[in-house]
């Protein structure tokens, strides 16, 4: 198995505040992406990294900020979460962007 | 842009029943295809994949073709167990520019009863 670990697995949080999920990789891959998984939509990218400091928006990207500064983290942050943000997100790598994605176990998250 | 569509869902079959999950895409170009399973409580693994037409991918008895005439990638196993209880998912990479991504559809849970 790909070293893939997210932190936190479970978290809950209201309207309003900050909110940081971690990704956090080992196999020392280029890409690094944030989807989420909602029911009755499969997953959607957020934000994508080609490397560090190197990133850009995925399909559904507004209310999330990302940030790469070392090749294994890719940190994603919600601003300020809304309900709306409620999801389980999961973090993936690739060596490069035509190559197999290893999805790490997720974190769900819950917005009150 | 590009797109997945697969069969509606969710799928329960009898143990050694025969699956197919339809899968079709909408893409400019040539993509790669891939199926996803998760199980439950995890993350998606890489069940197999086709990067070409006609070619074929397989693993732990499941199998689909890469189809351009008809862009469809059905997954297809002869002999379900209770164990390939999951979601599974098609997606396909996109060739256009320098950085691919992947497009999901949405998933189908499939339940095997002993």
């Known amino acids: 198995d790909a070293g893939i670990t997210q932190s936190p697995r479970h978290k809950v949080t209201e309207t309003g505040t900050p909110v940081t999920l971690r990704c956090h990789q080992t196999?020392?891959?280029?890409?690094m992406y944030w989807y989420r998984q909602d029911p009755g939509h499969g997953l959607r990218l957020i934000h994508y990294?080609?490397?560090?400091?190197?990133?850009d928006k995925g399909e559904v990207s507004d209310g999330y900020s990302v940030s790469r500064s070392k090749t294994e983290d890719f940190l994603l942050t919600l601003e300020s979460a809304t309900s709306s943000q409620t999801s389980v997100y999961f973090c993936?790598?690739?060596?490069?962007?035509?190559?197999?994605?290893?999805f790490g176990p997720g974190t769900r998250l819950l917005v009150l | 842009g590009d797109s997945v569509t697969q069969m509606e869902g969710p799928v329960t079959l009898s143990e050694e029943a025969f699956l197919t999950i339809n899968c079709t895409y909408t893409?400019?170009?040539?993509?790669?295809l891939f199926w996803y399973v998760q199980y439950p409580g995890e993350g998606l693994q890489l069940l197999l994949k086709?990067?070409?037409?006609?070619d074929k991918g397989s693993n732990k008895g499941f199998e689909a073709t890469y189809r351009k005439e008809t862009t469809s990638f059905h997954l297809e196993k002869g002999s379900v167990q209770v164990s390939d209880s999951a979601v599974y998912f098609c997606?396909?990479?996109?060739?256009?520019?320098?950085?691919?991504?992947?497009?999901f559809g949405k998933g189908i849970t499939l339940s095997v009863r002993p």
């Open positions: 993936a790598i690739s060596q490069t962007s035509r190559e197999t994605q290893y």
């Open positions: 196999e020392n891959h280029r890409y």
């Open positions: 990294s080609y490397g560090v400091k190197d990133t």
């Open positions: 893409a400019t170009g040539y993509p790669s």
């Open positions: 086709a990067t070409k037409a006609d």
């Open positions: 997606a396909l990479s996109d060739l256009n520019g320098a950085n691919s991504k992947l497009t």
